[in-house]
T-cell receptor
Framework: QKEVEQNSGPLSVPEGAIASLNCTYS??????FFWYRQYSGKSPELIMS????GDKEDGRFTAQLNKASQYVSLLIRDSQPSDSATYLC????????????FGTGTRLQVFP | GAVVSQHPSWVICKSGTSVKIECRSL??????MFWYRQFPKQSLMLMAT?????????EQGVEKDKFLINHASLTLSTLTVTSAHPEDSSFYIC???????????FGPGTRLTVL
């Protein structure tokens, strides 16, 4: 089992719809969870961090964390073509708090 | 805030030469910096973790003598690819962490092409 798993996609949604991106992780002791956006040919950009169970909203983005199910998700409301990118889930592992473990990313395509 | 720069943004070199990449945190002091490598259509691969004033911790399979990392100050870390070969061609990205937060902020990356 991979430490951080994401569906590679592509996930295709129409403009204006809600995009739902999912991530599962293996280390039950993980405490910190992050979503990064990476455009093709560019470096990752931090868009959300979440540390507690429940929802955290920031503009059109909502991160959801369920530690019991070892599941974290990202919702993008009113999706725009400019949201088309690869979304990376990253988890800070309990046994090594120094580094983040990244998933392979989900490619999101928002079509007009 | 939390801006990280990298230089150069791209470099082309001949096989056998060494290339140095700089990573700077511009508006914060980075206690820890990280170096990643990313091949086309693949995810980030952590190469090493660098703490200011101490030796870098390399991930399994990464040759420390080939990828030299120096973190001389709280705002600067360098990665030197020694005796580069075509298989070292990749996108090298650094990130920096400020204080006790686990958030990492990435530099824009350096695209290395070895001929």
């Amino acid at each position: 089992q991979k430490e951080v798993e994401q569906n590679s996609g592509p996930l295709s949604v129409p403009e204006g719809a809600i995009a739902s991106l999912n991530c599962t992780y293996s280390d039950r002791g993980s405490q910190s969870f992050f979503w990064y956006r990476q455009y093709s040919g560019k470096s990752p950009e931090l868009i959300m961090s979440i540390y507690s169970n429940g929802d955290k909203e920031d503009g059109r983005f909502t991160a959801q964390l369920n530690k019991a199910s070892q599941y974290v998700s990202l919702l993008i409301r009113d999706s725009q073509p400019s949201d088309s990118a690869t979304y990376l889930c990253a988890v800070n592992m309990y046994r090594n708090t120094d580094k983040l473990i990244f998933g392979t990313g989900t490619r999101l395509q928002v079509f007009p | 805030g939390a801006v990280v720069s990298q230089h150069p943004s791209w470099v082309i070199c001949k096989s056998g030469t060494s290339v140095k990449i700089e990573c700077r945190s511009l508006d914060f002091q980075a206690t820890t910096m990280f170096w990643y490598r990313q091949f086309p259509k693949q995810s980030l691969m952590l190469m090493a973790t660098s703490n200011e004033g101490s030796k870098a911790t390399y991930e399994q399979g990464v040759e420390k003598d080939k990828f030299l990392i120096n973190h001389a100050s709280l705002t600067l870390s360098t990665l030197t690819v020694t005796s580069a070969h075509p298989e070292d061609s990749s996108f090298y990205i650094c990130s920096a962490r400020a204080g006790v937060s686990n958030e990492q902020f990435f530099g824009p990356g350096t695209r290395l092409t070895v001929l």
